[in-house]
């Protein structure tokens, strides 16, 4: 059974400083991995997906995530936050259970905010 | 391309009433999906629909029914509402072919509150 953990709930920088949205995850089998952004009173957008072509997975806005296998995990990062960017961050795993569930396991989320 | 669409986006019931949240994609996608988002609880899903004709339960089905019209339409029903229902509903879809690392397209979402 696949399960996603993201270890802050609530994350606060600065603008202009380096963010870091941590998340980790355990599969039975090479997982899909996605992050999903929620800004206020809107639906998911997608920022990034892992397709197993490459580790470090770059994204839209800035955004890139790094897939660490030994260590199970695949943390979201920019290098300057930007006022925007305020808003909350899923993590996200699939895999394909025995029953051919399709649908996807979501993190509790993270809530990021960026102070002036 | 509206890409995934979703009405009512607000909605006030009172308990035992019923209602169906429709959905609609424009993308050609073969899965679509039912979630339901709780404050602090990340996004559940009731139901999916691999492909058009099948439908399958989530993680919280209980209190849901859903119908799969069509490829495009996939439309979720609360037979009898309950307080506990309270809830924002996304709608997403994916997949024009199969993937393992197809992304879901979320709708704008319904917001219930259950009286």
């Known amino acids: 059974a696949q399960s996603v953990t993201q270890l802050d709930s609530h994350v606060s920088v600065s603008e202009g400083t380096p963010v870091l949205l941590r998340c980790n995850y355990s599969s039975s089998y090479s997982p899909s991995l996605f992050w999903y952004v929620q800004h206020p009173n809107k639906g998911l957008q997608l920022l990034l997906k892992?397709?197993?072509?490459?580790?470090l997975v770059k994204g839209i806005n800035g955004f890139e995530a790094e897939f660490k296998k030994s260590e199970t995990s695949f943390h979201l990062t920019k290098p300057s936050a930007h006022m925007s960017d305020a808003a909350e961050y899923f993590c996200v795993v699939r895999e394909l259970s025995g029953g051919g569930a399709d649908g996807l396991t979501f993190g509790k989320g993270t809530h990021l905010i960026i102070q002036p | 391309n509206a890409g995934v669409t979703q009405t009512p986006k607000f909605q006030v019931l009172k308990t035992g009433q019923s209602m169906t949240l429709q959905c609609a994609q424009d993308m050609n996608h073969n899965s679509m999906y039912w979630y339901r988002q709780d404050p602090g609880m990340g996004l559940r899903l009731i139901y999916y629909?691999?492909?058009?004709?099948?439908?399958d339960k989530g993680e919280v089905p209980n209190g849901y029914n859903v119908s799969r019209l069509n490829k495009r339409e996939f439309s979720l029903r609360l037979e009898s509402a309950a307080p506990s229902q309270t809830s924002v509903y996304f709608c997403?879809?994916?997949?024009?072919?199969?993937?393992?690392?197809?992304?879901?397209?979320f709708g704008p979402g319904t917001r219930l509150t259950v009286l």
């Open positions: 997403a879809s994916s997949g024009v072919r199969q993937g393992y690392y197809n992304e879901q397209f």
């Open positions: 892992y397709t197993s072509a490459a580790t």
């Open positions: 629909s691999a492909s058009e004709g099948t439908t």
